[in-house]
């Protein structure tokens, strides 16, 4: 009788988790940035939707590496490898920003911006258990348009100073 009673518990509690799991999953994929966990090998033990549409991949294929380095700007390779053995051999969080390259289907329907590079913004932290690394949990975020906007602002500054420059160069031309 009370070993009936204990495994009706646990049913209900294996049922409450599930149904925890699945509102997770469906909060995660809704969510506009990416959000994975994966080893330190950096094999995924869990990806959200953004994460896929993000990278091209297809979420019922095989585990494909996170972060993998042939995604990303050469001149920014050696910084990703950087980060993630900081990542795996430490204890805190840690930020990248950093170029991919966008998935060829993206580039080739938006012409407005001929760039095939993606500024993300990647954050991740170390799980550890026991003094040990555990996983590392991270999130992607798109930040494209952020880097647009500030290259549109320097541009912008480096406009009206050369304007002034020539003015005043033409004022004292005049004089």
């Given amino acids: 009788m009370e070993r009936a009673k204990l495994l009706e518990t646990l ?3 294996q049922q409450e988790v599930y149904a925890s799991e699945i509102r997770f999953r469906r909060l995660a994929d809704a ?6 966990m994966a080893t330190k090998d950096r094999l995924p033990l869990y990806s959200n939707q953004c994460m896929h549409d993000m990278f091209a991949t297809d979420a019922n294929a095989p585990p494909a590496v996170i972060l993998n380095e042939d ?3 050469n001149e920014d390779k050696s910084a990703v490898e950087n980060f993630w053995q900081k990542l795996i051999t430490g204890t805190s969080t840690a930020t990248l920003e950093v170029r991919t390259r966008k998935p060829v289907s993206e580039t080739l329907h938006h012409h407005n911006n001929s760039s095939e590079f993606r500024w993300i913004l990647v954050t991740c932290i170390p799980e550890l258990r026991d003094g040990s690394l555990k996983h590392i949990t991270g999130c992607i975020t798109d930040v494209s348009n952020i880097k647009q906007a500030e290259e549109l602002q320097r541009q912008r ?7 002034r420059k020539q003015q005043e160069a033409f004022i004292d031309m005049t004089r």
């Fill in 11 to 13: 049913q209900l509690r």
């Fill in 31 to 36: 969510m506009p940035i990416g959000i994975f």
């Fill in 71 to 73: 995604v990303f700007a």
């Fill in 157 to 163: 500054v480096k406009d009206v100073t050369e304007s």
